[in-house]
């Protein structure tokens, strides 16, 4: 435990501009990731990434000792004010780490480790991949395969959301040219089905259906959902049944009941 009194310090350079997010892409690359609160931190700990360090108000402190105090890496202990001043809001769960990221695995490794995969298209909204990944990890889903235009699974707010559970989720990322044909071509191929996610009243229910062995369920964005060369790409157009009167669920509400539904016996 390092008790430091100066925001400029520079042993707190991973902490800065919290809220900025073109800073943080400069500052973070692909090097490491920020963990915030401590669920998301007791959670990293029992992850295997590597930690840096990790920056708790005092208050934090006394609460987290037994568990930071072990770490192999420097803890920096400093007061509410100076917290706020570093990082540049006020973080109302006084603690925060810094973890090297793992590299992503490739496509044929998550399909032939998993028998439950979230294909994700387009996913934008941290909180909404948070919120996924933690229904996932609850639910019986493996890994997580994402478009080349999905967020970053390790952006600060989706670790949040998930309360840390998408540092155990492996999350492989395929990028445009074999997105979406070449790649659930291979999920296919490696004996999976693919079922594409829809409100739309022609798509299949999902009650109705028997649950393969290996199973993807490709999700959309709000709003636009899956494209069109996603849809015809999939083995087929599923639903969940809701009242017609409704538009649509949130995409981690319709992510969780998918999830649930096809994780039964």
């Known amino acids: ?33 920020i963990a915030e609160g401590p669920t998301s931190i007791e959670r990293l700990l029992a992850s295997d990434h590597r930690v840096r360090s990790v920056l708790v108000s005092e208050q934090k402190y006394e609460r987290l000792a037994d568990l930071l105090d072990p770490l192999d890496a420097p803890t920096y202990v400093v007061d509410k004010a100076l917290l706020r001043d570093i990082v540049g809001f ?3 769960r006084g603690a925060i780490a810094a973890a090297d990221r793992r590299p992503l695995p490739d496509l044929a490794h998550v399909l032939a480790t998993s028998r439950r995969v979230a294909v994700l ?46 540092l155990f989720l492996p999350s492989c990322r395929v990028d445009g040219a074999t997105w979406p044909g070449a790649a659930l071509d291979a999920m296919h191929d490696a ?9 739309a009243d022609d798509a299949v229910d999902i009650w109705s259906l028997d649950v393969p062995d290996r199973l993807a369920i490709v999700l959309g964005a709000e709003g636009p959902g899956l494209g ?38």
């Open 121 to 166: 298209e387009g996913l934008n909204d941290p909180e909404n991949l948070g919120a996924i990944a933690r229904s996932a990890r609850a639910l019986g889903v493996d890994a997580f395969v994402l478009d080349p235009t999905c967020i970053d699974p390790y952006t600060r707010r989706t670790v949040r959301v998930s309360m840390g559970e998408i």
């Open 1 to 33: 435990m390092e008790r430091i009194a100066d925001a400029a310090d520079p042993r707190l350079a991973d902490y800065r501009e919290l809220r900025d997010a073109a800073a943080r892409r400069r500052i973070e690359g692909d090097e490491f990731f």
């Open 191 to 199: 004996g999976f089905e693919t079922w594409a996610m829809t409100p």
């Open 228 to 265: 069109r060369r996603t849809m015809a790409s999939t083995t087929r157009r599923v639903r969940l049944p809701i009242r017609s009167d409704v538009d649509s669920l949130n995409v981690g509400n319709a992510a969780a009941v998918s999830f649930a539904i096809t994780n039964r016996p």
């Open 90 to 92: 006020d973080l109302h």
